[in-house]
């Protein structure tokens, strides 16, 4: 089994590529089950019926430093102008959105996360990205923007205030620095609640949904909560585990303050995730790896066109040729091979890899080539 993965590098007309090749032999072993630890309950499930919900909401952000939206005859944003309009109409001030051209204002999204029990005059996060062709957020502050539920059309957050983006941009005759993202920033607290949502607690069942649908953790927490209620506690699914309030128990809400701080014994799936993008790779502490071995070696393939000129003699009444003279070479690395015993677990496997000189790149091309050989004894996640 062959793969390849092109590396290119450009100097003038220099064309290089490398090319890796890997060879997994595998030998199938069982896989075991893998405890992840210890949690609350309140951490691995949440209330039937009680989610969060989603806001999202669209306004101006000022104060900028000449780095907002560009006025419609720059090719810049027409909706801002707009925007800036009918703020100032509710001021009273009329203003011909022809007229203005301001890079101090950006048109942004606004979005957040309610809680499903948040009262009132409570405060949440708010995030602020720009809408437009603004290059930067950073200073500015955003004027008061109704967050609504898509669904419903009402509005539960009223956002306001200055805007934290951890960015940085310099610009200087056409040179420009920039640390960090900064169209995007957030108001921490800059979010008051306004209307609450109807969430009640069943007077007679609860739900208790888990947040990683499993079987086995689904039963440990069926038998934690019939350890506190006996016989209260049953197993609709993996997802979903359903309690009954006893009658002599303080309400919904005093079951779930008894059984909020019951310590679960997690049992987590072996997963590595790999994100193709960054080259980032994580395995969790369960990944086992069959008995395998892997080879590794690279080929350099070189390729470089010289240009040259000819000059005829003098007084031959020759013309003057342009041409080029291409070289190429081929260069082969000896391959390096490592033998992973059975039921290898990621420490190992990662030192094996290190001892072979691998790159990310190389690492996320050998655990795919396991997983397709059936030696990974886990799931395979590719963002």
């Known amino acids: ?49 009680a989610a969060p919900i989603q806001l999202i909401g669209y306004g101006l952000v000022v104060g900028l430093d000449r780095t907002g939206d560009r006025a419609r005859g720059q090719r810049g944003a027409p909706y801002t102008v707009r925007s800036i309009a009918n703020m100032l109409l509710q001021f009273g001030i009329a203003v011909d959105p022809e007229m203005l051209a301001s890079r101090n204002v950006a048109a942004v999204m606004v979005t957040a996360t309610m809680g499903p029990f948040t009262g009132v005059g409570s405060t949440t996060d708010v995030t602020v990205s720009a809408l437009g062709d603004a290059r930067s957020l950073s200073g500015g502050v955003l004027l008061q923007t109704p967050l609504l539920n898509p669904l419903t059309k009402q509005v539960h957050v009223m956002a306001q205030g200055p805007l934290s983006t951890g960015a940085v941009l310099a610009s200087s005759q056409g040179s420009s620095v920039k640390v960090n993202h900064t169209n995007t920033g957030r108001i921490p607290g800059g979010g008051l609640v306004v209307a609450a949502l109807s969430t009640a607690l069943a007077e007679e069942t609860l739900g208790l949904v888990l ?88 080929i350099v393939i070189a390729t470089q066109a010289e240009p040259f000129v000819s000059q005829p003699a003098p ?40 001892e072979l000189g691998l790159t990310a790149r190389d690492v996320i091309a050998i655990f795919q080539a396991i997983d397709r050989a059936g030696a990974l004894q886990g799931e395979l996640v590719i963002l």
Do not use: C, W
């Not at 190429?328 to 992973?340: D, F, N, Y």
């Open 211 to 298: 947040k990683q649908p499993d079987f086995t953790n689904a039963m440990r927490v069926f038998e934690a909560v019939n350890a506190v209620f006996p016989d209260a506690a049953e197993v609709v699914h993996p997802g979903l585990v359903r309690v009954t309030v006893p009658e002599n128990s303080s309400g919904a809400a005093g079951v779930m303050a008894a059984l909020e701080a019951l310590t679960i014994s997690v049992d987590v799936p072996a997963r590595v995730v790999i994100n193709e993008r960054t080259g980032t790779i994580v395995a969790g502490g369960g990944v086992r790896i069959g008995e395998v071995m892997v080879t590794y070696g690279s």
């Open 315 to 354: 007084l031959s009444q020759g013309e003057t040729v342009e041409g080029t003279v291409g070289t190429a070479s081929v260069e082969e690395e000896g391959s390096r091979s490592v033998v992973l015993p059975p039921n290898t677990d990621v420490n190992e496997l990662a030192a094996a890899l290190n």
């Open 1 to 49: 089994m062959s793969f390849f993965f092109p590396m290119n590098a450009a100097i003038r007309l220099v064309f290089v590529s490398t090319l890796a090749v890997f060879f997994i032999a595998v030998l199938p072993l069982g896989a075991q089950a893998q405890e992840g630890g210890t949690a609350r309950l309140k951490e691995l499930v949440v209330v039937e019926g």
